[in-house]
């Protein structure tokens, strides 16, 4: 078994569990489907292989302790959440003989490039430990602007922080289906996708409709988030035993999404698809992309500067009609380009475009409208 898993080649992999497994009943934590998954997690480390556990279920775990109260508040959940916290935490280590760690995170932390780079060396210096992570959302300072939302992408933004070769999401289906199998019986399981597109998408319920079954769409984005910095991802069903003795053997027991060939360079890939943008500078419709990668903006095309930004934070880079063109980082601030803006002042111009640095660093990733 153990010689299996180190032909599969994996070094590093995040496993994502959510609360339906953690927290079945809704009644505090049963290890009832923790047991084969800490199982695996505990055969990858024997032969090996680093493991980060993304967990959710702190609310799920710690909504028995409330009585009598709006469960759909958010100040609710967020109680639910910490108190559960501390008790998921202790179902998982009952389940093994090494030590666990508590990794709390928002959407804010992972934005921030050193913060994100905090938690990446983090991560690191417990898997040279042989300690588990054990990675949740931080609930409890979480704002709407700030979170992550749905641990499937954490588990993605954790995967590409940690350099892992495989991200593992359990689902309470056995992959993704041609269609929803719940009310669509001919739907087929599809075993490999090597490309995600608008197709694959829709089959994970699309952008607008509920056909796709609980929460496929955010496991598509989290594989697309994987698999664009080189791993490959797995959705596939945590509820069965034999889903892990399948990972156990080398064999795929779900859907596999293949690790695009030329994977995006780290820091392209944090501004893609972790860090937000802070705020959006508007060009004239006629703004050409190339000049935006010459380093060209000139004041004379900045439109409209919204929101509030530093130097140095990633902000949009869109045309008036709308058309979004990149994510940049932007080498001033929005109080200083609000400014620019509003100057019809060729002299401004001249001494911005001779300034040492011009409006946009050369940091950038090209968007589709
Ligand atoms: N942080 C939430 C919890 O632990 C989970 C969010 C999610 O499952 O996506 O309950």
Known sequence: ??????????QRIVIKVGSALIAPHRDGCSSQYLLSIANFIVRCRAAGIQVVLVSSGSVAAGAHL?????????????????????????????????????????????????????????????LNNDILPIVN????????????GDNDNLSAMVASAAYADALIICSDINGLYTANPHVDKSA???????????????????????????G?????????KA???????????GFSESTFNELLQGNNPGTLFHAIDNPMQDQ????????????????????????????????????????DFSAGEVVLLRKE??????????????????????????????KLHDASAPILSNQFVPLGS
């Not at 959302?137 to 992550?148: G, I, Q, W, Y």
């Not at 190339?290 to 000139?298: C, M, P, R, T, V």
Request: proline share 0%; hydrophobic share 40%.
């Open 188 to 214: 087929t399981l599809i075993r490999d996708v090597a490309r995600i597109d608008a197709n694959i998408y829709s089959m994970a319920g699309g952008a607008t409709s509920d056909v796709g079954t609980g």
């Open 66 to 126: 409330f009585n009598n109260v709006d469960s759909s508040s958010m100040t609710v959940k967020k109680a639910m959440a910490a108190a559960g916290q501390s008790e998921m935490m202790a179902t998982w280590d009952r389940l093994f003989d090494f030590n666990t760690a508590q990794v709390l995170l928002t959407h804010a932390d992972l934005c921030v490039r050193d913060r994100f780079e905090s938690v990446r060396d983090t991560l690191t210096a417990l």
């Open 321 to 350: 009609n709308g058309d979004k063109l990149a994510k940049v980082k932007s080498n001033y601030s929005s109080c200083l380009l609000n400014f620019v803006a509003e100057q019809d002042n060729d002299d401004l111009s001249e």
């Open 216 to 224: 496929m769409k955010t496991k598509v984005q989290a594989a697309e």
């Open 227 to 237: 698999v664009s910095h080189g791993i490959n991802t797995y959705i596939v069903n």
């Open 137 to 148: 959302e931080n609930d409890t300072v979480t704002t709407d602007k700030l979170k992550v």
């Open 1 to 10: 078994m153990q010689n299996t898993l180190k032909n599969i080649g994996w």
């Open 268 to 307: 392209t890939h944090w501004m893609k698809h972790t860090t937000k943008a802070q705020g959006e500078l508007v060009v004239d419709d006629d703004f050409a992309m190339q000049k935006q990668s010459d380093n060209l903006l000139a004041p004379q095309d900045l439109v409209n500067v919204i929101g």
